[in-house]
């Protein structure tokens, strides 16, 4: 819920993913007393690097296909989404990772498929 218009998840990453050069994509909400912000992060195909014209591109398709109000604060490149064995994507760890829980406590590394994944969004977290 953001602005007052609920949009899943899913809707966004339907949007984000039809832009050619993202293979992947995680959205996550955080709110603290600290900090309020939505970051997207995403897995580009190989050879293509995240630059400015990417991102608007990147924006402009949430913007039109969801809402403006969707438009995430910032884009991140990321090497692989966290994911369970089962291959859902872990919205609510990332969400603790970056709200300050460390990922030991964030998720049980054995019930993940690519449990290295949560490392990159934890050194993330100190940055932004």
Do not use: W
């Not at 992947?24 to 580009?44: G, I």
């Not at 994911?83 to 460390?102: D, M, R």
């Not at 019930?111 to 490392?119: G, I, K, T, Y």
Request: charged residues 35%; glycine residues 6%.
């Amino acid at each position: 819920n953001r602005g007052g218009i609920r949009m899943g998840t899913a809707e966004i990453y339907s949007a984000v993913e039809k832009v050619e050069e993202v293979n992947e994509s995680l959205v996550v909400d955080v709110q603290t007393p600290e900090k309020a912000f939505m970051p997207l992060f995403v897995v580009l195909k190989e050879g293509v690097e995240l630059d400015e014209d990417l991102k608007k591109r990147i924006n402009g398709r949430i913007r039109e296909e969801c809402s403006p109000r969707h438009v995430p604060n910032e884009i991140y490149a990321v090497e692989e989404i966290p994911k369970t064995l089962n291959g859902k994507k872990l919205e609510v760890p990332v969400k603790k990772i970056l709200s300050g829980t460390p990922p030991e406590d964030a998720a049980s590394r054995d019930s993940l498929a690519n449990p290295d994944a949560l490392d990159q969004f934890a050194e993330l977290a100190q940055r932004i």
